[in-house]
Nanobody, 120 residues
Framework: QVVLEESGGGLVQPGGSLRLSCEGS????????????VGWYRQILGMQRELVAE???????TYADAVKGRFTISRDNAKRMMYSQMNSLKPEDTAVYYC??????????WGQGTQVTVSS
């Protein structure tokens, strides 16, 4: 099964920052990454997975209202990497964060998830 590889989660105090990274190391991503929609999702325990931020192949970005002005999604197509810079973190941002790639052909690839905990 082809998956994306995430890193960067952890424990941070309220008001702090974290940077999540996600890599498409499998050879297939060398072909599809640049034309894909990439995004970050999160899932709070007991709730549905929700979109946090998304970047289209032409660079347009979309953010959930809850993270606008605090989170920034970016991508490096040459390195097959996507990032989420998360600033001014709040306890309600605590969740498992997943990266996702949607190929132009409509196939979804997910990361394994990384825990982000915001607590004092």
């Amino acid at each position: 099964q082809v998956v994306l590889e995430e890193s960067g989660g952890g424990l941070v105090q309220p008001g702090g920052s974290l940077r999540l990274s996600c890599e498409g190391s499998d050879i297939i991503f060398s072909i599809i990454f640049g034309s894909a929609i990439v995004g970050w999702y999160r899932q709070i325990l007991g709730m549905q997975r929700e979109l946090v931020a998304e970047s289209s192949s032409d660079g347009r970005t979309t953010y959930a209202d809850a993270v606008k002005g605090r989170f920034t999604i970016s991508r490096d197509n040459a390195k097959r990497m996507m990032y989420s810079q998360m600033n001014s973190l709040k306890p309600e941002d605590t969740a498992v964060y997943y990266c996702k790639l949607e190929s132009r052909g409509g196939t979804d690839y997910w990361g394994q998830g990384t825990q982000v905990t915001v607590s004092s």
